[in-house]
């Protein structure tokens, strides 16, 4: 069923997403359908628990990111996952995957140490920077 005032409620409700179902896409030999379908689409949440792993959290986004982030009838690559409108927020993890992507240590090293890896530079980066600047001032 097309929708005629589809951009109304997409601006009413924000959780809402205007998506077309283009002609043609289902079979083009027949084509189906015939014209373009516009359709209400609610926004699809990933949702964990803050008691979750965070290392975890990182895989779970990655593996939709390869299974769902490819193009299909109504989406286009790379729309989903995404951080929309969403009633929960976001966690701090998922903020960083979105901004940077998956951490660069995992493409070449096995996952416990690029995670353990991670982890010791964000600890001894900041204790780096404060104790360099008071180590050249000791006497």
Avoid: C
Wanted: charged share 15%; hydrophobic share 50%.
């Amino acid at each position: 069923m097309s929708f005629s005032q589809v951009e109304a409620y997409t601006q009413i409700f924000p959780a809402l997403s205007h998506v077309i179902l283009p002609k043609g896409v289902i079979n083009l030999t027949k084509k189906l359908p015939a014209s373009d379908i516009h359709l209400l689409s609610p926004t699809t949440n990933l949702v964990v628990r803050d008691m979750m792993h965070p290392v975890l959290m990182y895989l779970l986004l990655d593996a939709a990111a390869e299974i769902h982030g490819g193009p299909g009838w109504v989406n286009k690559a790379g729309e989903f996952p995404a951080p929309k409108v969403q009633d929960f927020p976001l966690s701090d993890q998922a903020e960083r995957f979105y901004k940077t992507g998956r951490p660069f240590l995992l493409d070449y090293l096995p996952f416990w140490v690029a995670v353990f890896l991670d982890r010791i530079v964000k600890i001894l980066f900041p204790v780096a920077v404060i104790l360099f600047p008071l180590i050249r001032i000791m006497p």
